[in-house]
């Protein structure tokens, strides 16, 4: 499999992928956002349509329209309108509407869906080495970001009001975050396709968080889970010649599932090791010791 380039190219690209999808990811479900990477990918077909009617890298268009897009989705998540709700769905399916329209208007594209279809459901066997260098240079900003500043985000994720009492600036890493999650969306767009974006910064933290007790620690086992089924799937794509993103997403289910049938016993243990041993041990009966009352003693005790 190492021998052709193309392979050697997909490998490394899913190995990016596998470890900056699950590194943003873990903040949003930390935020109850788990979805927000599949609506900024309906977004991104519109910069993806935008690339190709204008003969431009679809990738870098579609970075700048996710920025955009998850920049007003931060913004209409901030004022708490309760139409808000509205407004993003009109946001998301207006931007895969639009994505659609104009991929059939491209010149490259009339009359094809091929194209629609590597970006939907991804196209990783394809990747040339200038996608490469897009995903690792987009991928290094994404891992800088999601590892440096990793203290102020969970603290901007678990309590923003807190975290606003303690000086954090709440607004511009919120802001960030959501820049951060855009260009992840079009970093795995190649790799898993923007229909299973979301499930690639998701699936692995949330069987991470089965086994673990610590952010750090569900952090660093869901990068791993990332990597290791970002490789597999691409590997299987090869053995069995099924989709690769399909595979990539098919294993992190498989996996969470093996993962929730372990957690229970594991859950078991510590709470048995949590539980002081003199709870279960059985009740003694008390002693009675007599004791001889001194009263000099008792007097100097007190002085």
């Not at 895969?96 to 279809?117: E, N, Q, V, Y």
């Not at 053995?239 to 098919?250: E, K, Q």
């Not at 041990?281 to 001194?294: H, I, M, S």
Request: net charge positive; with cysteine.
């Amino acid at each position: 499999m190492l021998s052709y380039d193309f392979m050697r190219r997909a490998l490394l690209a899913a190995l990016l992928v596998g470890v900056t999808a699950p590194a943003v990811g873990i903040y949003l479900v930390q935020r109850r956002q788990a979805l927000m990477g599949d609506g900024i990918g309906h977004v991104a077909l519109t910069g993806v349509g935008l690339g190709l009617v204008f003969q431009t890298s679809p990738v870098w268009m579609a970075v700048l329209v996710c920025v955009l897009a998850a920049v007003v989705m931060e913004l209409v998540r901030a004022r708490g309108n309760q139409r808000g709700d509205i407004a993003l769905a009109m946001l998301f399916y207006g931007g895969m509407a639009c994505g659609r329209l104009l991929i059939s208007k491209a010149p490259a594209a009339t009359g094809t869906s091929g194209s629609l279809d590597s970006y939907l459901w991804g196209s990783i066997l394809a990747v040339d080495s200038t996608d490469l260098l897009t995903i690792g240079a987009l991928g290094a900003l994404v891992v800088a970001v999601t590892l440096g500043l990793r203290r102020q985000l969970f603290a901007v994720c678990q309590d923003e009001e807190f975290a606003k009492v303690s000086g954090v600036p709440v607004r511009l890493l919120n802001l960030l975050l959501a820049v951060t999650a855009a260009v992840t969306v079009t970093v795995a767009m190649r790799v898993v396709g923007l229909l299973l974006v979301s499930a690639l910064m998701v699936v692995p933290v949330a069987a991470a968080q089965l086994l673990t007790r610590s952010f750090a620690a569900t952090q660093a086992l869901a990068i791993a889970i990332g990597v290791a089924v970002s490789l597999g799937g691409v590997a299987t794509s090869y053995r069995t010649d099924v989709p690769p993103g399909s595979a990539i997403v098919l294993l992190a289910i498989a996996l969470f599932a093996l993962f929730s049938l372990l957690a229970a016993p594991l859950a078991r243990r510590r709470h048995r090791s949590s539980v002081p041993p003199q709870a279960g041990a059985p009740r003694e009966e008390p002693v009675t010791v007599a004791v001889r009352e001194d009263p000099v003693g008792s007097a100097r005790l007190a002085q």
